[in-house]
């Protein structure tokens, strides 16, 4: 079964870092992209970025540029979505998405993460 | 870059069809073919119910049905049915990246 495995919610304080994770299985993991999108509490989706593990080509949305860093271990399957500095207003579902392409077609989503940024 | 433009809620009875629409630019759905509509039951991750404009994944049902004509793409769901309340967003590539529609609320009465 295919499958992106997140790791759990996190509660931190505003200024702290986070590194959350999302490992697939069940396919070749270099063949496919792998996307992260927001979605901030009763909000909408937001598309942050997306990596290609095979090569760890990395593409962010303009708007997600320079607040966040994207990477990928293809040895252990597993992407990453990280914050050096974070903020109350970080607080969102964080979701990992597998995708064929890099045009916004994801077929397979990760159960999401929930990160809870306050003081 | 904004994102695509959503009516905010539909509704319709069982047995209607209700279309959901999604406005955005001649640098996105304008220029692209490229539409894809998730659906998202509360507390669920979304789901992929059309991509490319018009084209259905395996297991989703063929009362659900996109198009696009000029800016503005269209989600039909023909036959409703309790289990499509949910919220659906629209997405489409914009060149540089990719852009969500701000959602839309279907009520099935």
């Known amino acids: 079964e295919v499958q992106l495995m997140q790791s759990g919610p996190e509660v931190k304080k505003p200024g702290e870092s986070l590194k959350i994770s999302c490992k697939g299985s069940?396919?070749?993991?270099?063949?496919?992209?792998i996307a992260w999108v927001r979605q901030m509490p009763g909000k909408g989706l937001e598309w942050m970025g997306i990596v290609y593990p095979s090569d760890s080509d990395i593409r962010y949305s303009p708007s997600f540029q320079g607040q966040v860093t994207i990477s990928v271990d293809k040895s252990i399957s597993t992407a990453y979505l990280q914050w050096s500095t974070l903020k109350a207003s970080d607080t969102a579902v964080y979701y990992c998405?597998?995708?064929?392409?890099?045009?916004?077609?994801?077929?397979?989503w990760g159960q999401g993460t929930l990160v809870t940024v306050s003081s | 870059q904004s994102a695509l433009t959503q009516p905010r809620s539909v509704s319709g009875s069982p047995g209607q069809s209700v279309t959901i629409s999604c406005t955005g630019t001649?640098?996105?759905?304008?220029?692209?073919?490229?539409v894809s509509w998730y659906q998202q039951h509360p507390g669920k991750a979304p789901k992929v119910m059309i991509y490319?404009?018009?084209k259905r994944p395996s297991g989703v049902p063929d009362r659900f049905s996109g198009s696009k004509s000029g800016n503005t793409a269209s989600l039909t769901i023909s036959g409703l049915q309790a289990e499509d309340e949910a919220d659906y967003f629209c997405?489409?590539?914009?060149?540089?990246?990719?852009?969500f529609g701000g959602g839309t609320k279907l009520t099935v009465l």
């Open positions: 001649s640098s996105d759905v304008g220029g692209y073919n490229y």
């Open positions: 998405a597998r995708a064929s392409t890099t045009y916004g077609v994801v077929t397979v």
């Open positions: 490319d404009v018009s």
């Open positions: 069940g396919y070749s993991f270099t063949s496919y992209w």
């Open positions: 997405c489409s590539y914009a060149g540089t990246s990719v852009l």
